[in-house]
């Protein structure tokens, strides 16, 4: 069973806005770089954006990819032991299947899957036009 568990997709008009939880199970959120991917039908997998580990160096980094910067915002809810990616002026390109992954103690996040070793089940995010 994965320790994580994503929530919060649907469907959306575009210029809509959704927000994605990334509960974490029983692992504490903050000693892990957590990240979220998306992987449209025919398309490759995509990182979206991470945030560092909430404590020592480089601690709460965030990076957002090009393509969602400045409208995508990831930040740490310690009341839900999650991570959110609160996604606002979504896009019909925007339409996909989102992951959380996270790995310990990872400094500073990155968007590359291969360096992440706990996945969720992933939520579907569908905008349309």
């Known amino acids: 069973q994965s320790q994580l568990m994503e929530s919060g997709g649907g469907l959306v008009q575009t210029g809509g806005s959704l927000r994605l939880s990334c509960i974490f199970r029983?692992?504490?959120?903050?000693?892990?770089?957590v990240a979220w991917f998306r992987q449209a039908p025919g398309k490759e997998r995509e990182g979206v954006a991470c945030i560092s580990p909430g404590t020592g160096p480089a601690r709460g980094l965030t990076l957002h990819a090009d393509s969602v910067k400045g409208r995508v915002t990831i930040s740490r809810d310690n009341a839900e032991n999650a991570i959110i990616l609160q996604m606002d002026s979504l896009k019909p390109e925007d339409t996909a299947v989102y992951y959380c992954?996270?790995?310990?103690?990872?400094?500073?996040?990155?968007?590359?899957?291969?360096?992440?070793?706990?996945w969720g089940q992933g939520t579907q995010v569908t905008v349309s036009s």
């Open positions: 992954a996270a790995k310990a103690l990872l400094r500073p996040c990155v968007l590359a899957g291969e360096k992440y070793d706990n």
């Open positions: 029983e692992l504490a959120h903050n000693y892990y770089s």
